[in-house]
């Protein structure tokens, strides 16, 4: 089965950078994704990454390192509207390619 | 584009009564998703269908679930009886055949269960 850590919840200011971890294991890997929920919203995607290495899409960034089974979402300049719940996600090697997300990590933006 | 449409975005029962949610995917993803989610938690799949084969249905409690996706567009998930346990957010997300890991996900149904 797979099994994903994220912190639960992070905190910080408008124009601050923050870095949520995942740590993930797992009896086969075939990428880390990252999705965003707002209270009360749909999940929506923002990231997948196959390989190791840095994807840039905007003021988000996410870094996956397969050998570590590790990744991170990196959000810089903070928004307010960035408070939200960020899910790690893995695609379940059971053959039916499901994703298994993370617990989620909530975080909060202040002024 | 639309969306993923889900309905009712809201719906409050009595334990051991009936409950149906309907979800209609992006038009032309072939990959539907029904999904449960638990407050504080993760999205946990309950059965995935590809086109209107139901393709993994391993956690879905057949004892009081069904799913059905006739002729591979909209789909209604249903649950009888449903228990106070049942009370969660049930999310329905497409997938565009030969994407990698992106799911559009609908607004989701709140389900309480009284």
């Known amino acids: 089965g797979q099994s994903l850590e994220q912190p639960s919840e992070v905190t910080a200011v408008e124009g601050a950078i923050v870095q949520i971890n995942c740590t993930y294991q797992t009896s086969g890997f075939y990428g880390l994704s990252w999705y965003q929920q707002h209270d009360g919203g749909a999940p929506t995607f923002l990231s997948y990454?196959?390989?190791?290495g840095l994807e840039e899409t905007g003021r988000f960034s996410s870094f996956l390192s397969r050998s570590d089974s590790y990744g991170y979402l990196l959000l810089q300049e903070l928004q307010m509207k960035d408070s939200a719940s960020y899910f790690c996600a893995v695609r379940d090697q059971t053959g039916f390619q499901k994703l298994v997300f993370g617990t989620g990590t909530r975080l909060l933006v202040s002024p | 584009e639309a969306g993923v449409v889900q309905s009712p975005r809201y719906k409050i029962i009595e334990k051991k009564q009936p409950v149906a949610f309907w979800c209609n995917p992006i038009?032309?993803?072939?990959?539907l998703y029904w999904y449960r989610q638990n407050l504080g938690q993760g999205p946990e799949l309950l059965i995935r269908y590809e086109n209107e084969e139901a393709v993994d249905d391993s956690q879905l409690p057949k004892d009081r679930f069904s799913a059905e996706r006739l002729k591979g567009v909209d789909s209604t998930l249903k649950i009888q009886p449903a228990e106070l346990g049942d009370s969660a957010v049930y999310l329905c997300?497409?997938?565009?055949?030969?994407?990698?890991?992106?799911?559009?996900f609908g607004p989701g149904t709140r389900l309480t269960v009284l």
């Open positions: 997300a497409s997938r565009e055949l030969g994407s990698t890991d992106t799911q559009y």
């Open positions: 038009s032309g993803h072939n990959t």
């Open positions: 990454n196959g390989l190791d």
